[in-house]
């Protein structure tokens, strides 16, 4: 059973669920609050050999991200954390990590649980969250909007390679250091033109895919559009790493053309790219003027 | 490193956390919410051969009945679950555990992460609550106090060791299904004359230590006092039984004598055990009339 499918078949089966925002967005909402949490395992989602600081970085990263997808700000961490006996060692650098990532955030960790571990480290962290003015959701784009990304994509994916193996000249850990976008999800959350927002997690096709399947409108991505001089240095397929890469934290989000939201963004130090538009229809297609290919199902599924 | 030590380090090294009751505590307080969380591993916590069903109700029980030692109403759950190949076709149990348990103690499960895992299952609960009219703490007991205990105690071990080989007529997985106080909980948190609770997670003896400690008390427990006709049936030290068996889920609390908060629970369908008094001093004892031993470090230690 897929990730989806299971958290699928458990909102089925969960009363009352509906109410909120709840399992399938990033975060869920309750009261004027956000809350996202993750939990990750040594052997699928990071190496035996990864340093635990690592993991520790980008388990916060990665659910802060959930939160400023929706626009919040997030407040509080609480971590839990199993340890094996072959890595008690690294009990110290996990403290120094999870002082040091809540310090890079400006994040209270509130709480946790730390136990053993029989084989392989567990990281399981709760971020919660103020929710912004308003709540960003992933659907509530409409047709003739524009498309933005904050940032250039594909650079996680390529030092991911380099950690397992591949010979890339880039530090192999660097997609645990990918940042979330703390502050701009929180301009984002109070600007009131944003019509819908999403992490890129799973990679730009698919992350776009549930923008478009929940707003129920196609989304054309224009390959001229796309930044890519940060690839240069490297020999891959630029378009591919760029819209197949996940776990890059950088937001995708929608608004109407005369909003502007790009310039107000400029203005306030935030430079995002506009990478293309939405119409009516369904899917996403990258767009290179002469054809259209579908890529929908580009990116990654966690594990 | 023991567990209380990792959480100590953490709390001197984490910045703020000081500002809540924070780590160490059952639960931590944010704005007018409280929040636990558990992360129990397969192997560690329970066996290769437990059924995860019975993992998800004990899990929900802990955080659950963290919140109720504080005074709190549980609200929301996150769950985070990772599930090893080996136990994949457990899912389905494992989803209609959650909806249950969550029936059970009627919380909204608001979000959650599902994950694979290499070896081992694992489990991770937040629990979120609304904070009652009092936050009870462990520190607030003062001397020539009543101690009271919600229920009998001894079961939850005696299920234990029956799971781990020993033979007793006894449910092998009781101790899994211990519930919270959830309702006695919420009551304590309203009441205003309660000045100290906490639940026996780690045993009495260990657990009325922390009391004694926190609020600078001595804890006598009269063993006269205390309830032993559930352990009748097994051919086991009574005392010993009593006062060292964990995550029973009972709450332990402190009220002065004059406010009979026994007898105002009684009146509103709570039976709970008056098992002893505090006095100026430190540490725990049983005295059974003539003479009084030391239980301070009496129950367990979560690995």
Excluded at 210 to 230: A, M
């Amino acid at each position: 059973m897929k990730e989806f499918e299971f958290i699928k078949l458990l909102k089925e089966k969960c009363k009352g669920c509906g109410s909120t925002p709840g399992i399938g967005d990033d975060a869920a909402l309750f009261d004027n609050f956000l809350v996202a949490k993750d939990i990750v395992c040594e052997g699928i989602h990071f190496l035996k050999a990864t340093p635990a600081e690592h993991v520790v970085l980008k388990v916060f990263s990665a659910n802060i991200s959930d939160i400023a997808a929706m626009g919040g700000t997030p407040k509080y961490v609480l971590l839990g954390i199993a340890v094996p006996k072959a890595r008690e060692g690294e009990k110290k650098n996990i403290i120094e990590a999870i002082k040091k990532s809540a310090g890079l955030y400006d994040v209270e960790v509130i709480g946790g649980d730390t136990a053993s571990a029989s084989n392989d480290l567990f990281v399981s962290l709760t971020v919660i969250g103020k929710k912004g003015r308003f709540l960003l959701s992933r659907s509530g784009a409409g047709k003739g909007e524009r498309v933005y990304l904050s940032r250039p994509l594909g650079l996680a994916r390529i030092s991911l390679e380099k950690e397992l193996g591949a010979d890339f000249d880039i530090d192999a850990f660097k997609h645990y250091k990918m940042m979330a976008e703390k502050e701009l999800g929180e301009v984002l959350g109070n600007v009131g033109t944003v019509t819908s927002c999403i992490d890129i997690s799973d990679g730009l096709g698919r992350d776009a895919s549930h923008l478009s399947e929940e707003s129920g409108v196609k989304i054309v991505i224009e390959e001229k559009r796309l930044p890519f001089s940060h690839l240069k240095q490297f020999d891959v397929d630029k378009v591919d790493y760029f819209i197949n890469s996940g776990e890059e934290f950088a937001l995708l989000f929608t608004a109407k053309k005369e909003h502007a939201v790009d310039s107000y963004l400029k203005d306030n130090g935030f430079e995002v790219h506009d990478i293309g538009y939405t119409q009516k229809g369904s899917g996403v297609f990258l767009s290179n003027g002469a054809k259209r290919i579908s890529i929908s199902s580009k990116g990654y599924e966690h594990k």
